[in-house]
């Protein structure tokens, strides 16, 4: 059921090259549906909404922050240029929290939104698989939990690296492209989430999923980390990215088995295919 058992694609460049496919395919079929873009688009500027408050806030109160942070400061005679500084590193704390958890965050919000989008990229490509659905409340929740481990994964791996960006050369060279590899496979992780859930996936299991196919996982996740760094460009690309990842589930990592235990694909007795209706039928 869970496809953890296929053997692995392409690895390497091809995987990547792969993953990078899958990208272009999403923002391809988003451009060719632009009331589900549109549609998609909605969670997007509900986060990007709650998100510009907060750091508009933070930057106006960051001093504020700094001062009841650093109380032990107040009998200083260069405080104020002291806790100037230590707001500005606040903000720069906040502003990297904002990039690290907008997507996620923008994935709770969106949950209901997301499901109906990606499920419409499978009713297109030939319908929906069977047996994984949950009811929105419990989906919801999953959502959430799901979303603060994979967060708490992010932070694990974010705090050293940001650590090691202080030593000079490593932390200008091998510290942003590791740190852009780690968050572009979290970043599949998320947004492989609502696909595979409808394949009765649970977490653990799509991360073994997606380890197994690191390649192809990195080649889509990074390409999109990337592009979401760019201001707004994650609003506009998320439904793509959503409509991308359905795709590389349904097609790539985890194809739904067709009723009887047959994987897609599989020839029924007397040479006919059997009547799956998650297999493809549409060429990609």
Not at 51 to 69: N, R
Not at 245 to 271: E, F, Y
Request: one cysteine or more.
């Amino acid at each position: 059921m869970s496809g953890i058992g296929r053997p692995a694609g392409r690895r390497g460049v091809g995987g990547l090259a792969e993953g990078i496919g899958f990208c272009f395919r999403g923002l391809g079929w988003a451009a060719r549906h632009p009331r589900w873009w549109l549609f998609g688009l909605i969670p997007a500027l509900i986060a990007l909404v709650l998100y510009a408050l907060a750091l508009v806030w933070l930057g106006t109160h960051a001093t504020d922050v700094a001062a009841w942070a650093t109380p032990f400061a107040d009998d200083w005679g260069w405080r104020d240029g002291f806790r100037t500084l230590v707001g500005v590193m606040i903000f720069v704390v906040g502003l990297a929290l904002a990039v690290l958890t907008f997507t996620a965050v923008t994935l709770v919000i969106g949950d209901p939104f997301y499901e109906k989008l990606s499920e419409r990229v499978e009713e297109d490509l030939g319908g929906l698989p069977g047996g994984g659905d949950l009811p929105f409340w419990a989906s919801l929740f999953r959502s959430i939990r799901d979303s603060l481990v994979t967060l708490w994964w992010v932070v694990l791996f974010s705090v050293p690296l940001f650590v090691l960006g202080f030593v000079p050369v490593v932390g200008q060279t091998v510290v942003p492209v590791v740190g852009a590899f780690v968050s572009g496979f979290f970043l599949t992780v998320e947004l492989t989430a609502l696909a595979m859930e409808r394949r009765g996936l649970r977490r653990k299991e799509r991360f073994a999923l997606l380890r197994s196919n690191m390649s192809v996982s990195l080649g889509f996740g990074v390409p999109l980390f990337l592009a979401f760094l760019v201001p707004l460009v994650s609003v506009v690309a998320m439904p793509g990215a959503v409509a991308g990842a359905a795709m590389l589930v349904r097609t790539r990592l985890a194809p739904a088995p067709a009723p009887g235990g047959r994987a897609p694909g599989d020839q029924a007795p007397g040479g006919q295919a059997p009547g799956d209706q998650a297999r493809d039928t549409r060429p990609a």
